[in-house]
């Protein structure tokens, strides 16, 4: 109390109550209009389109009807999710290639950016070789390899004939492999921007360390292990964070080289999404699909925060 | 998440949409009471109507000589084309949904497959045209070839057809010392057409024939010859038909024993096209719809050398009457709010009865199918073997068992399951019976989910 009245002591009273268009009032607005622009491109372009899908979510709406086709169906599409046989496939191709994609694709990067990052002939060079998978499009990376994994031509297959296994792999074009190759080219293509970042990440350690680890008498592996791997430790998590929201929602190179198939075997969450909302026009089962992904994906966000939260206060 | 962006843009692109034509209504009505207070004499007032499709620069003309045409014999009617979303038939029929349901003045609109059309006469918002048809002295049975019914009621009129028929490769066939197929062949007959087309090894082997990934593939039978390819009069799933197992297993038989077609992994792994492994000689004989032969005719864009000969689909066994086949269509139909149903049904009467305009197989039975084919490919006679065609397409048994009488609105979701069904059936090695119920089991899964 007393402090406010030391404060409002040097404006004159009757201009701090009676003007209802104070300096701080005009602040605030003058905020409000600047943020304005901002604040509604997001309700209108993201908080409303998701408010609206979880309400889709529990509506029945073929997309075609116009908006007066909206039924409300209650938990219906939630529990056709329980009995939908494509969506527990989409889940196990999901968890999958997570599974898959994040560790062998982040200790892939890693090794690699440590060997790139020391002493080694043409190092410019393998930066960039690693790099280019990364800026090329999809599409142009999916026809090479769809071409590599061709069933009978490929030199993939022709590679594995010539070992002497009669009946490779179908790749692409095989139930119980479609997966697998996928893997393949994902990690492939997210090599180049993760060792970026790694390198990025090893430039910052000062060399002085190394320099005091060697005169103690530290070999190679006891200097990654006490060393690189700490200090690498913000970068680290940033990369598994980012890879693992980022392979819940792999989309386009699954849409582009098998659609799902064969028979379903690569299908994945989002695939479903696309897939029932625009080409069954099921826009209510697609939408309540895709909060059971916004759930998973926050889940597993939420999870990885509290780790890195924890390991910060060690 | 991607649903809902979705649905604001189209929410925004239907607003943008209907401005435009607000634009377009008010030039109109201007133009139009201009015309009244000049001709005020005139005994009779000038009707406009709108017909709506999806034309690109080069429909445009077209439908521009076809709507003059149609003027200057009904001078007191006048049609307005409005094309939606040029070349894209899919957005076209989404922005319409939005333009219809809001109010817009909609007389003619069309649709691009059967699908399509009956979704919307399910939802109201065609016309029914019985009235019209009976006042007309039309029988639309005896008419066209297709009648899309929604509870006994006629509601759009077929427009252009896109016939399935066989596509052989002439010098191929001379190679081999084979004649034109006969009319009346069977699927036993395609195999062993197939079975003497194929020659050669490795990358420059020529396949007899080639089979795409649609469901239309899977088993072109159940598509020409059962009232609806995947459901019974009794709305049950179709999948235990004996057809698909024939047709499974010939597929089968032709990849594994004969080697006459390429394997179905590579047509997957390849993403092998059915008209570049026609056109580049890779595959003698297709399956495919009449659409193929206008891309062969376009000599810049598909360069080849041979003559290509045609067949009618083979029939299952010699107990089906010859000429069955599977048509796609394109419809067209009358907005249930229009306020000129009579001079829009006089449009539509027009349009799918008349010749002089069109570029693609007609869907009205009287159509003079040979001067069509002349006039759209008389010039291509070094490519396209005319009497053939003329010999599949004006016969008079051509025909489909397909009617719109059993039908739904999953359909799409019925053909992924044969797409599916048969993936399975060849890459995992699965029996055809084991096959058939997988598919039974998922359709019937479809149709109670849509039952509810």
Request: with cysteine.
């Amino acid at each position: 109390m007393l402090a406010k009245t030391m404060v409002r002591a040097g404006i004159p009273a009757y201009q701090s109550q009676r003007r209802f268009w104070n300096n701080e009032r005009k602040e605030t607005l003058a905020a409000w209009l600047f943020l304005a622009p901002e604040v509604i491109g997001v309700l209108l372009l993201s908080v409303f389109p998701i408010l609206f899908s979880l309400f889709l979510s529990f509506c029945d709406w073929n997309l075609v009807g116009g908006l007066s086709a909206i039924k409300w169906v209650g938990l219906d599409n939630y529990r056709a999710l329980l009995d939908d046989n494509k969506i527990f496939m989409a889940l196990k191709n999901n968890i999958t290639y997570t599974a898959c994609v994040v560790p062998v694709g982040i200790v892939l990067a890693l090794l690699l950016s440590v060997v790139i990052h020391s002493k080694v002939y043409g190092k410019e060079y393998f930066k960039v070789a690693f790099f280019i998978p990364y800026i090329s499009s999809i599409v142009a990376i999916g026809a090479v390899w769809s071409a590599l994994f061709h069933p009978s031509q490929g030199p993939i297959n022709r590679f594995l004939i010539g070992l002497g296994i009669a009946n490779p792999p179908k790749w692409l074009a095989d139930t119980n492999y479609s997966l697998t190759a996928i893997i393949v080219i994902a990690i492939w293509a997210a090599l180049g921007y993760q060792i970026v970042i790694f390198i990025a990440g090893l430039s910052g350690i000062p060399e002085e360390l190394y320099e005091a680890a060697d005169i103690d008498g530290a070999n190679q592996a006891q200097q990654f292990a006490r060393i690189t791997l700490p200090l690498l430790g913000p970068t680290l998590s940033f990369l598994i964070i980012t890879t693992l929201m980022a392979s819940f929602k792999v989309f386009d190179l699954i849409a582009f080289l098998t659609d799902g198939g064969p028979n379903e075997s690569s299908t994945v969450l989002v695939y479903r999404i696309y897939d029932e909302g625009f080409h069954n026009f099921r826009m209510g089962y697609a939408s309540a699909i895709s909060w059971l992904l916004f759930l998973i994906v926050g889940a597993i966000t939420l999870i990885t925060w509290k780790i890195q939260r924890t390991k910060v206060e060690e | 998440m991607l649903s809902s962006i979705l649905i604001a843009t189209s929410v925004l692109a239907g607003c943008g949409g209907k401005n435009e034509n607000n634009a377009a209504s008010s030039a109109a009505s201007g133009t139009a009471s201009t015309s009244a207070t000049g001709t005020a004499s005139a005994p009779a007032e000038t009707v406009t109507i709108k017909y709506y499709n999806w034309d690109n620069e080069i429909a445009e003309p077209n439908t521009k000589k076809l709507i003059e045409d149609f003027q200057s014999k009904n001078p007191g009617i006048k049609v307005e084309s409005v094309s939606l979303v040029p070349g894209n038939s899919v957005e076209s029929m989404k922005k319409l949904d939005v333009m219809m349901s809001s109010g817009e003045q909609v007389d003619v609109v069309q649709y691009s497959n059967i699908d399509e059309t009956m979704a919307r006469a399910a939802q109201g918002v065609l016309a029914p045209l019985n009235e019209l048809y009976q006042k007309d002295n039309v029988k639309p049975d005896e008419e066209y070839y297709i009648n899309p019914k929604y509870n006994g009621n006629y509601y759009a009129t077929m427009y252009t057809a896109t016939d399935w028929l066989i596509m052989l490769n002439e010098d191929a066939l001379k190679a081999a010392g084979l004649e034109a197929p006969p009319y009346d062949w069977t699927w036993d007959d395609f195999r062993t057409y197939a079975k003497k087309l194929t020659k050669g090894e490795g990358n420059d082997k020529q396949f007899g024939s080639y089979f795409h990934t649609w469901g239309e593939y899977a088993n072109p039978i159940a598509y020409a010859e059962l009232k609806n390819p995947y459901l019974t009069a009794d709305m049950q799933p179709a999948f235990n038909d004996p057809s698909f197992a024939y047709f499974f297993n010939l597929r089968k038989a032709m990849e594994k024993e004969d080697k006459s077609i390429q394997t179905y992994s590579d047509v997957v792994g390849g993403k092998l096209n059915y008209g570049t492994e026609f056109v580049n000689g890779k595959a003698a004989m297709i399956m495919t719809g009449s659409f193929l032969i206008a891309a062969l005719a376009d000599k810049a864009k598909n360069p080849h050398t041979f003559k290509t000969v045609f067949a009618p689909m083979p029939r299952s066994s010699k107990d089906v009457e010859p000429g069955l086949t599977s048509l796609g269509a394109s419809y067209v139909a009358i907005a249930n709010n229009s306020k000129h149903k009579e001079e829009a049904y006089k449009f539509v009467r027009y349009m799918s009865t008349e010749d002089s305009a069109r570029t693609d197989l007609s869907g009205w039975k009287k159509t003079d199918t040979k001067a069509l084919l002349e006039r759209l490919y008389g010039g291509n006679a070094d490519l396209i073997d005319l009497p053939s065609l003329t010999a599949v397409l004006a016969d008079k048994r051509l025909r489909t068992n397909a009617t719109t009488d059993i039908s739904a609105s999953y359909q799409n979701q019925l053909k992924k399951v044969l797409e599916n069904g048969y993936s399975s059936f060849i890459l995992d090695n699965l029996s055809v019976e084991e096959a058939q119920k997988r598919m039974m089991e998922e359709a019937d899964k479809i149709i109670k989910q849509n039952a509810k």
